[in-house]
């Protein structure tokens, strides 16, 4: 596509229901990123695809944030049992090789967890 | 680790010339970037800037980068009321692999007519 595609653009959910982000990188980019957006917290990087090289998970917050990246292209970030503090808009963003050349960010996901 | 600050806000007039500044604190800090986020948007890159360059100007946005000081700055001449946002101003370096971007707080620029 033109752009990044990330769905859905706002998900309301109850806590400690489990929720999937998808986003939809640029055609032809190999390296695909996840970051949150927080009032408190500003922009976090959460997690990084590059290829076939396995994913730089460093920066989710705990093991209930898991991401996959099927056939190089669409990722979807998995939140399980979710809980009021994980309320935030998270980005998706993609790029060539490594993020030299900047990074296209998508819409974002906004997540509310009541 | 590696830290970016900005100021909180800044407020200009509709054609006066903006300047939003920014500082870093990785040495290694190789690739420097400016995105635009609007209201309910996602981020939109405005420019990048490499290390070994000290300016880059892309029509009505000048960056200026000082790395002896490790500070950065975002010029936007004759101001437009569509320039209200904020800005983030963002760093990658070998430190990271160029894997991921740290991000400051960002800048809310608010342009008065």
């Known amino acids: 596509g033109a752009g990044v595609s990330q769905s859905p653009s706002n998900k309301v959910t109850e806590k400690g229901k489990d929720v999937e982000l998808r986003c939809d990188p640029i055609s032809g980019h190999t390296a695909l990123y996840w970051y949150r957006q927080s009032l408190g917290q500003g922009l976090e990087f959460l997690i990084y695809?590059?290829?076939?090289?396995?994913?730089?998970k460093s920066g989710l917050p705990s093991d209930r944030f898991s991401a996959e990246r099927t056939g190089g292209s669409v990722s979807t970030l998995t939140i399980q049992r979710t809980q009021q503090e994980d309320s935030a808009v998270y980005l998706c963003?993609?790029?060539?090789?490594?993020?030299?050349?900047?990074?296209?960010f998508g819409q974002g996901t906004r997540l509310t967890v009541v | 680790g590696e830290d970016v600050e900005q100021s909180l806000f800044l407020s200009v007039r509709e054609g006066d010339s903006s300047v939003i500044n920014c500082t870093y604190t990785?040495?290694?800090?190789?690739?420097l970037y400016w995105y635009k986020q609007e209201p309910g948007a996602g981020l939109q890159l405005l420019t990048y800037i490499f290390s070994n360059m000290d300016m880059k100007q892309d029509q009505r946005l000048t960056v200026l980068l000082n790395k002896k000081d490790k500070h950065l700055s975002l010029r936007i001449a004759d101001t437009q009321t569509g320039d209200s946002a904020i800005y983030f101003c963002a760093e990658t370096s070998m430190n990271t692999g160029f894997q991921k971007l740290v991000f400051g707080t960002g800048t809310r620029l608010l342009v008065s007519p």
């Open positions: 963003a993609s790029s060539f090789t490594g993020s030299q050349g900047g990074s296209f």
């Open positions: 695809f590059q290829g076939n090289s396995a994913p730089d």
């Open positions: 990785d040495s290694s800090s190789t690739y």
